[in-house]
């Protein structure tokens, strides 16, 4: 085939390529969706052109026409951040509309199934422990129970202390990620403490936020309580709850079991245990 040949049958596609670079150049968009397949067709025809030795004129302007259009076609037009916004604001709401009838589905068995189980508690409340377990009601009667005389201004203080401490501990784990996640360890283990709560029930402790349920040991296995060294050596099977403090309070249980509990006031803990 001649050059001659060869450019009047494929000019008019060039040109119509030309158009779409201009229009994408002034930042609007192809509505034809021609520009991919426009483009691949250019690209054979600078392969021929160059496999035939054809002018360079020729092979130079089907060159400038394959790199602008490879730079148009797979370049980034939009910006990460702007691309974030654009999917917050329009591509997640389209795909929540396109799914629509599966989100409604998901969100009746999610809020359904709560509501189901609320009405089920309400009418019969013998049906609790089944959802909360007979440890986290015992520990709720305590924490909320109406012979507890509690003041509005102790539940705003306990409302910000809890705020306060969770900003906190969130705001040391994002810095500390920064340094390949050994700053976020060492703020968690800054973060961990010993929650001891002595109620009528008995004994309820826990490390937070290593352990998210507390360990309860009842009022009647309690047999003893003596104050130790917290470098007392232990022995195998013992429990050992400890952050920091030199001093632990020993107990003993009808059970056998042996607990360990590291405390800055042992005194104050082995009264309590002991009334």
């Given at each position: ?23 994408l150049d002034r930042g609007a968009h192809d509505t034809t969706g ?242």
């Amino acid at each position: 085939m001649k050059q001659q040949t060869f450019e009047a049958e494929r000019s008019e596609r060039w040109q119509r390529f030309e158009q779409l670079l201009e229009i994408l150049d002034r930042g609007a968009h192809d509505t034809t969706g021609e520009f991919p397949s426009l483009f691949r067709q250019l690209c054979q025809d600078l392969s021929l052109a160059r496999d035939r030795m054809f002018t360079e004129d020729l092979v130079t302007r089907l060159n400038r026409l394959a790199l602008k259009g490879h730079e148009h076609l797979y370049a980034s037009r939009v910006p990460p951040r702007s691309a974030v916004l654009e999917f917050a604001a329009r591509g997640f709401p389209r795909a929540v509309r396109q799914e629509g009838p599966l989100v409604l589905a998901l969100s009746g068995l999610f809020f359904g199934s709560l509501g189901l189980c609320a009405a089920a508690v309400v009418t019969w409340p013998e049906l609790a422990p089944s959802f909360l377990g007979s440890d986290s009601l015992t520990q709720l009667r305590e924490m909320y129970g109406e012979d507890l005389a509690r003041r509005p201004s102790d539940d705003l203080q306990m409302f910000g202390f809890y705020i306060w401490n969770n900003v906190s501990i969130a705001f040391r784990m994002f810095a500390g990620g920064l340094l390949v996640g050994i700053g976020s360890l060492i703020a968690l283990l800054y973060a961990a403490r010993l929650e001891i709560e002595v109620r009528t029930a008995g004994l309820f402790v826990r490390i937070a936020p290593f352990q998210r349920k507390f360990r309860h040991v009842p009022a009647e296995e309690l047999r003893g309580a003596d104050i130790q060294s917290a470098r007392l050596r232990v022995r195998r099977g013992w429990r050992i709850y400890a952050v920091k403090g030199a001093k632990a309070v020993q107990l003993r249980t009808t059970t056998g079991h042996q607990m360990l509990i590291g405390t800055q006031e042992p005194d104050l803990l082995a009264a309590a245990l002991l009334r």
